[in-house]
């Protein structure tokens, strides 16, 4: 039985899509890049956008951010991890032999956190300027032939990269809207510092004119100390004057005293001089000598006197 020759459409390969390639990594590469996967578990936070940030950072440390992307770098350590399980917990009846992968106890140190610290910490990036840019495959075509297949069946459907491009566009998909998810966060956290800086600007004016009425306050301060040296000064001047003039007090009742011990003398000797002698030199000697004893006496009222006047004063 002959078949007719039919003519099926094909696709041809589009020279202007990127090529994808998995870089092969060393076996130095390799155990670099598990020690920081282990090292850096803190960034694997589980938030949205974190792991992409994360092995990029570590890319970025290894210096293969132009040979590799984050997704490849996250399928390597999946699939690291899922033969580590393989190996180490078989399935019942079947028999392994983990010695045949060399990077066994590798990841058996690295699961069982004995290789925590054993490389650098790093920080999540933000900037994909130096990345390998991530190409969106295109979608599957379904492709149909001009005429019902020979045994009847229903249309040929081929895809290009089968499930291969519907998985890399959902982790494009993932990878944009976590992009997306980023720069929302970082609108959001925009917007706080906004608010944060307005509140910051209050609080700075509140504390200008706080400090303008400090400097007010200290400013008659100021004049009040001033005001009361000046008084201080005065009463100092003052309390000099009255120290001279009860000095020159104490001189003038000094003197007094004298005056009145001179006096006192003056007296005493005046009454022996006026004992009795002879009549006829009597008469003229006693009343010389009430002439005396009248001056004297006059002299004592006067410094008596002088004393009650200095006592008053």
């Given at each position: 039985m002959e078949f007719e020759d039919h003519a099926y459409t094909s696709t041809t390969y589009d020279k202007t899509r990127p090529v994808e390639f998995t870089y092969k990594m060393t076996t130095n590469e390799i155990e670099e890049f598990v020690k920081l996967r282990v090292s850096n578990n803190y960034l694997f936070s589980g938030r949205r956008n974190t792991s992409m940030w994360a092995w990029r950072a570590i890319l970025k440390h290894m210096g293969l951010q132009n040979k590799m992307t984050h997704i490849q770098a996250s399928k390597k350590w999946e699939n690291m991890k899922k033969r580590y399980k393989d190996l180490k917990n078989p399935p019942d009846?079947?028999?392994?032999?983990?010695?045949a992968w060399p990077?066994?106890?590798?990841?058996?140190?690295?699961?069982?956190?004995?290789?925590?610290?054993?490389?650098?910490i790093l920080k999540a990036l933000s900037n994909t300027c130096d990345f390998v840019a991530i190409s969106r495959p295109k979608r599957r075509?379904?492709?149909?032939?001009?005429?019902?297949?020979?045994?009847?069946?229903?249309?040929?459907?081929v895809s290009l990269n089968g499930d291969e491009d519907e998985e890399g566009n959902q982790e494009m998909d993932n990878a944009m809207q976590e992009m997306e998810h980023g720069r929302s966060l970082m609108d959001s956290e925009r917007q706080v510092m906004e608010r944060e800086k307005q509140v910051m600007e209050r609080e700075r004016q509140v504390l200008q004119r706080e400090r303008a009425v400090l400097e007010r306050e200290v400013a008659a301060l100021d004049r009040d100390r001033a005001s009361l040296e000046r008084e201080r000064a005065t009463i100092e001047r003052e309390k000099a004057v009255m120290e001279?003039?009860?000095?020159?007090?104490?001189?003038?009742?000094?003197?007094?005293?004298r005056e009145?011990?001179?006096?006192?003398?003056?007296?005493?000797?005046?009454?022996?001089?006026?004992a009795p002698k002879e009549r006829t030199?009597?008469?003229?000697?006693?009343?010389?000598?009430?002439?005396?004893?009248?001056?004297?006496?006059?002299?004592?009222?006067f410094l008596n006197l002088f004393e009650k006047l200095i006592e008053n004063v």
């Open positions: 009846g079947v028999k392994v032999f983990p010695d990077y066994f106890n590798l990841m058996d140190n690295a699961m069982e956190g004995r290789l925590e610290g054993n490389a650098p075509k379904v492709v149909t032939s001009p005429v019902p297949s020979l045994t009847g069946g229903p249309e040929i459907e001279r003039e009860r000095a020159a007090m104490e001189r003038d009742r000094d003197a007094v005293s009145r011990l001179a006096l006192q003398q003056e007296r005493t000797r005046l009454e022996r001089m006026s030199e009597g008469v003229t000697e006693e009343s010389s000598g009430v002439s005396d004893s009248d001056v004297t006496d006059r002299k004592e009222r």
